[in-house]
């Protein structure tokens, strides 16, 4: 799945995750990690002869002995402790009854919005065993049936019951079923819900204008028992027959093509489209949808029917995600060594959908904004977003479906790797992007940021009840997943990389696996101790901070290295789990003679290292960790920092590095190692490079939002206006002839940030531009209307906000409803914003899509205190629009995080103790530590920075 939606322009672009900290348990050895997720909590169904086994104290506890730790999270009231410890219980389902084949016909209304089903699944029943218990919610189970297939006596269940909280439908029978293998029949109804869950409905306006409706569905993670009883775990895997009895004149579609279609006797207006046989696969991967639909079709080079669906009449704007696709399967066949195993696969964009894309087998379900290309309307960013995502999805079609984890603790398998891949994918179709020198600012540095706090968690997370699957899709199982198989990409190399994921995809083809499976594979391919080594990465949260000393000794470098945890809070430097710690680092150097090239790779194995690099003229500079592929923060003394200089400011050190060196710095200055990044961001002055302006717009957006909240705010954005002027210069405000994709994605991104500091003559050029515009004289491009958008609205009153508003009602894309919409918050005036936070929760607006205009309003210092408390006022609504995580946790931490005070910090501890929102318990600690964070930098630094700032303009 696509959890993030993204766009790297965003002007804050500090979007992600998710919640919840619990005191996480670690396993001392990967058996009694399996046992526990395995066996221990699939009790067989009690018969007389074996009763269930006890069932309390599901977590080990964490040994003084323990190599890894997890920190509690602390500084929490006692109403959220006693939330905390008292989780759901929970228990997989038993074993007793397995399934083998579900053959499924859904009869969706579209008139009330219900359905009725019918499904047959074939069992294996284990053990002779009173109860057939699977997965069920919100449907009314009406009938079940038990047939033998050694007797074909066929039997009615005695009682069915579904517990709507555990989620478990029972069906029971006496006398007890026979082990061996039957059929049993269910028949249910339920109800296509707004929520963006389930099988759904979807709104989209017809031609005649009027509100019409699509049935979609999103099962991931555990929600295909809201549309039919299922075994709803991704290891039971089964092989589907879907079948949907439909209106003739709607497009129906499936996992698999189309087997035949029937007549449906009872009424002619309806049919039955039935589809093949799947593969084997999980329940999450099931799809169905039906509605109005156009499509463009192609046949990849390897024989695979791609089509992409578009809401009518756009259905040119699939051009480009079918070219993608077209290209990335022969590619990926090449890459993985194995070929795409369906026969079709089609990808369509669905109006409302809560993730950015769902990686269903040969169904693949987006967002809209995720995939619909328009030549004049999509920006250079968002193609490169949608190239990403149809990239990552694709990925999943092998790693996730063809091969699937185990358990939800092991997500990161899916979505770590997935993540990494649609970077390989985007490289290779799009050299022009220079996506790998992105992925730094996009998802490495975002991982380190959030695995940073002591809320943080493992990538290797345990995980219980359905509820809490959906706070693991957050940017330690994406960004710090990808980043991590990125090291560990470049600790093996390529070639062995492909040759272990081809081992490991082989050997596990349609079963499912745990992470050691995965690190066997590499293991086997490379020779190398990766189970080892990976392990330090993957079970323990956090990363190290490696202090770098160095002295000459003839011509050889000696550099001493030290590793400790890294911690956003420097007072955690003195807790006792600090030292408890530890890393196995793959760790590289360069030097000034040649800083495109790694010398002397080697794994740091223990806490102190010493490495002797010869041939190193005395005064040369040598780096640590080049290209940024090492997962942790280096710390130079200054000494040694300022050696880098010359090198950034005459670009000798490559943009990844960089990068890393800024980055590496103001992570230095966030946990108060160092007073200030903005001397050393002098050095940037003659930068070029779109990738190292946006990770030095990180950092001013970040220090924009802090420093908001002191006297000297407007001394910092005109030192901000003074740091982008020379490259605003530089890239103008028109697009060149010719000009590289980047170039345009540097001219956005300088524009915008100078917008944020309030520059003038940037925002009366929008005003100038956005009346163009709307007379008709001169279409402002798609890739400059984020910046004109919000420059206007910035100094905008009631009658802008009308404008803007009328501008997005009247617009059917929704890309550029999104555009404006997140400028809205931008306004300084009270009126508007409160205007703009009614209009979020309007009928005008999509659900999928108030969250993201609240958070434009949260972003704003002037609009916090608003937003947070209309987040407040509406709680009741919000939480029944948002049931459970993803959106409403992005809300939440966006709202939340950029607060400066212990009073703020109370305030939104003490309101989700008594208000709690399913799915954002860890996003609440989170949040309340970055505010606390903010108040002691403020302390720490206010006053040097301020004096620095008086010296500097
Ligand atoms: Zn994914």
């Avoid at 899916?414 to 992007?433: I, K, R, T």
Wanted: with cysteine.
């Amino acid at each position: 799945m696509f959890q993030a939606i993204r766009t790297l322009l965003e002007v804050e672009k500090r979007l992600s995750l998710h919640p919840r900290t619990r005191l996480c348990p670690l396993f001392a050895s990967t058996t009694q990690q399996k046992r526990y997720f395995t066996s221990y909590k699939r009790p067989f169904l009690h018969s007389a002869s074996q009763p269930a086994p006890a069932h309390t104290c599901c977590f080990p506890i964490n040994s003084a002995s323990s190599k890894f730790v997890t920190i509690a999270s602390v500084n929490m009231s006692s109403a959220v402790e006693a939330k905390k410890t008292s989780k759901l219980e929970f228990q997989r389902l038993p074993l007793n009854a397995v399934p083998v084949h579900y053959d499924i016909t859904i009869k969706p209304n579209f008139d009330n919005f219900t359905f009725e089903g019918v499904e047959n699944i074939d069992l294996k029943i284990n053990e002779t065993s009173p109860n057939i218990v699977m997965n069920a919610v919100e449907l009314n189970i009406l009938k079940a049936v038990w047939k033998d297939s050694g007797t074909g006596k066929e039997q009615v269940a005695q009682t069915i019951s579904v517990d709507e909280t555990t989620e478990i439908f029972t069906a029971a029978f006496q006398p007890p079923l026979q082990s061996g293998t039957g059929t049993i029949l269910l028949e249910f109804t339920g109800s296509m819900n707004d929520k963006m869950k389930g099988f759904y409905r979807s709104k989209f306006k017809g031609s005649d204008g009027q509100d019409k409706y699509n049935g979609v569905t999103q099962f991931e993670a555990t929600d295909a028992r809201r549309a039919f009883p299922c075994f709803d775990e991704p290891s039971h895997k089964a092989t589907f027959n879907i079948s949907l009895v439909v209106e003739k004149n709607k497009t129906a579609l499936s996992n698999m093509p189309v087997k035949e279609i029937q007549a449906y006797p009872e009424d002619d207006k309806l049919h039955v489209v039935k589809y093949e046989r799947s593969p084997i696969m999980s329940t999450y991967l099931v799809a169905y949808c039906i509605g109005d639909f156009e499509y463009v079709e192609t046949t990849s080079s390897d024989g695979v029917l791609c089509r992409v669906y578009t809401p009518p009449g756009k259905k040119n704007q699939g051009k480009f995600a079918l070219s993608v696709t077209a290209k990335v399967l022969p590619y990926y066949k090449e890459y993985f060594g194995i070929a795409y195993p369906l026969p079709k696969l089609d990808l369509i964009a669905i109006a409302d959908f809560s993730a950015g894309a769902m990686e269903n087998w040969g169904l693949i379900t987006y967002r809209e904004t995720c995939l619909l290309v328009d030549e004049e309307e999509t920006s250079a960013t968002s193609r490169q977003w949608i190239a990403l995502v149809v990239g990552h999805e694709i990925a999943h079609q092998w790693f996730g479906n063809y091969v699937t984890m185990e358990w939800w603790t092991h997500l990161w398998l899916n979505e770590g790797y997935a993540s990494f891949v649609e970077f390989l994918c985007v490289d290779f179709l799009f050299p022009e992007y220079d996506i790998w020198t992105q992925f730094v600012t996009d998802t490495f540095v975002r991982a380190l940021e959030l695995d940073s706090l002591k809320n943080s968690h493992p990538i290797e997370v345990p995980v219980g009840h359905p509820r809490e699957v959906d706070e693991i899709f957050d940017d330690i199982s994406y960004s710090k997943g990808a980043s991590i198989i990125r090291m560990l990409h470049r600790y093996i190399g390529d070639a062995d990389f492909r040759k272990g994921m081809n081992i490991y995809l082989t050997r596990h083809q349609y079963k499912n696996t745990f992470t050691e499976d995965l690190w066997r594979s590499l293991e086997e391919a490379s020779g190398k101790p990766i189970g080892q080594v990976m392990g330090t990465w993957t079970k323990q949260m956090g990363f190290p901070l490696i202090r770098v000393q160095s002295e000459q000794n003839g011509d050889t470098r000696v550099m001493r290295l030290t590793q400790e945890k890294y911690w956003a809070d420097p007072n955690l430097k003195n807790s006792k789990e600090h030292n408890d710690y530890s890393w196995m680092v793959p760790v590289a150097f360069c030097s000034a003679s040649d800083p495109n090239t790694p010398i002397c790779q080697t794994l740091m194995e223990e806490k102190m290292v010493t490495v002797e690099l010869p041939g190193i003229r005395s005064d040369e500079w040598v780096k640590l960790n080049p290209g940024a592929v090492g997962f942790y923060r280096v710390r130079y003394p200054p000494e040694l920092l300022v050696e880098f200089l010359p090198a950034i400011k005459n670009k000798i050190l490559p943009p990844l590095d960089r990068i890393g060196l800024l980055d590496d710095l103001f992570a230095m200055v966030q946990s108060g190692e160092s007073s200030t990044v903005l001397r050393t961001l002098d050095a940037f002055k003659n930068e070029d490079n779109f990738t190292v302006w946006s990770s030095i717009s990180n950092v001013m957006s970040k220090l924009n939002l802090l420093f908001a909240y002191t006297d000297y705010h407007d001394q910092f954005k005109k030192f901000g206006i003074h740091l982008f002027s020379g490259i605003a210069d530089s890239v103008g405000w028109e697009p060149k002839e010719g000009e590289s994709h980047l170039d345009t994605m540097l001219r956005s991104l300088v524009l915008l940030r100078l917008t944020s500091f309030g520059h003038e003559k940037t925002i009366q050029e929008s005003k100038r531009r956005l009346n163009l515009h709307r007379n008709g004289d001169q279409t402002i491009p798609a890739d400059l209307r984020p910046v004109v958008y919000r420059g206007v609205i910035s100094e905008g009153d009631e009658e802008t906000l009308e404008m803007m508003l009328k501008m997005y009602r009247e617009s059917d894309m929704l890309e550029e409803q999104d555009r404006i919409g997140r400028s809205l918050g931008l306004a300084k005036n009270l009126n508007v914003l409160k205007k703009v936070l009614e209009f979020a929760i309007s009928e005008d607006v999509r659900s999928q899509d108030t969250v993201f205009i609240m958070i434009s309003v949260g972003m704003n210092k002037v609009g916090r205190p608003l937003a947070w408390n209309f987040f407040k006022e509406n709680k009741k609504f919000l939480g029944e629009r948002y049931p459970s995580g993803g959106l409403i946790a992005r809300l939440v931490k966006h709202l939340c995080e950029n607060f400066v005070t212990e009073e703020d910090a109370r305030s939104v501890t003490e309101f989700f103790a008594e208000n709690p929102f399913a799915g954002t318990e860890r996003t609440v600690q989170q949040v309340v530590e970055s505010i606390r964070l903010n108040e002691q930098w403020l302390k720490r630094d206010e006053r040097l920075v301020g004096e620095f700032l008086t010296n500097a303009i």
